[in-house]
């Protein structure tokens, strides 16, 4: 089949971009406004970008909680979602008022972060603190503004539970990570593949 997004003629109930781009990683945003509150939900249109410098960003469909936070006091923290918290990062996805904490909404302990104000969720296996860097208003093939919002940051400090660490590196796959497919489906990161690169091939 063939369809173009603009014109929505896929024939069929959903978009199926979504499930094509896949499996994509899922940040789960700690943010604190600049009164204090504290916000946490998920989002899948999250990356690295880079890793020299250390750079992240995740997009929102409008101007959510989670990017004006950000952008109010410049910090935010990336939780990684393992399996065993898929459940409660669901929760936090829930459409709150803003100043409410999805945090306490979905029953999840907060840890304090190194470098941060925002802080972690206890139970990730893994964190990454950020410094805002940048927003974006992200804009259509027009060249018109859409309604999203690209939000990155440098990071600036990691924390990874002792337990997944072996023999020097990070064991990924023991850590059970989940990615967002498309509709209501995840992945989970459970086997891993090792090909080296061809000679010369860099980092
Ligand atoms: C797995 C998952 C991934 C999501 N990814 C995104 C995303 O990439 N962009 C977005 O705007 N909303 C995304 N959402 C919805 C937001 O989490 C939801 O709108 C949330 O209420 C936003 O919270 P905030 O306003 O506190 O930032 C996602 C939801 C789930 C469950």
Known sequence: ??????KRNHGLPYDPFK?????????????????????????????????RPHLVGFAADGRK????????????????????????MSA???????????MLHAGLAAAPSTLVKPPRVARAVA?????????????????EPSQAWRVCGAVIGIHIEDRFIADGRVDTAAMRVMARLGYQDYAVVERAMTLARPPGGGG
Do not use: K
């Open 65 to 88: 909680d989670s990017v004006v936070f950000a952008e109010e006091t410049g910090e935010f923290v990336c939780n990684l979602v393992s399996e065993d918290l898929w459940h409660e």
């Open 1 to 6: 089949m063939f369809y173009e997004p603009r």
């Open 92 to 102: 936090t996805s829930a459409p709150l008022d803003r100043g409410q904490n999805e």
């Open 19 to 51: 499930a094509l781009v896949v499996p994509r990683p899922i940040g789960w945003v700690t943010t604190m406004s600049t009164a204090g509150d504290i916000n946490l939900a998920p989002y899948s249109f999250f990356n690295a970008f880079q890793a």
């Open 127 to 143: 964190a990454l603190e950020c410094r805002w860097t940048q927003s974006f208003h992200l804009e259509d093939a027009e060249g």
